[in-house]
């Protein structure tokens, strides 16, 4: 729990935080565009989705938190499925409409781990 639980929070907050990836991330891992943009001429906005990816971000860390405050099975289980559900529709995502084939394997790889934990979780 507290792997998934550090990263997520932490990049999540930081992105939130930011609204721009620091040290180069964004250019050498591009998962989100983090640098500006302008819509019909109007104002322009620094990071546009940035912060939306910190908090979904923030939200799978804070499900893992909680799942250790209460300490259940059940509490473990919603944390789990979280996390799953993140990873699994990160997965469409990538393959509808992004087209980053090697990131779509990378959150399949990284759900099924997650739902593997989960099975175990129902089962115990």
């Avoid at 912060?51 to 944390?79: D, N």
Wanted: glycine letters at 12%; hydrophobic letters at 55%.
């Amino acid at each position: 729990m507290i792997a998934f639980l550090i990263p997520h929070t932490l990049t999540g907050l930081l992105a939130m935080i930011c609204a721009k990836l620091p040290f180069g991330i964004g250019e050498v891992l591009p998962l989100v565009h983090s640098g500006e943009w302008t819509k019909n001429g109007e104002a322009t906005v620094e990071g546009p989705n940035v912060r939306v990816w910190g908090v979904r971000q923030a939200c799978v860390g804070l499900s893992f938190l909680f799942g250790l405050v209460f300490g259940t099975k059940e509490s473990y289980m919603v944390a789990l499925g979280v996390f799953v559900s993140r990873c699994y529709l990160d997965v469409i995502v990538e393959i509808v409409e992004q087209k980053r084939w090697w990131l779509a394997g990378a959150f399949f790889a990284t759900g099924s781990l997650g739902l593997a934990a989960l099975i175990v979780a129902a089962l115990a």
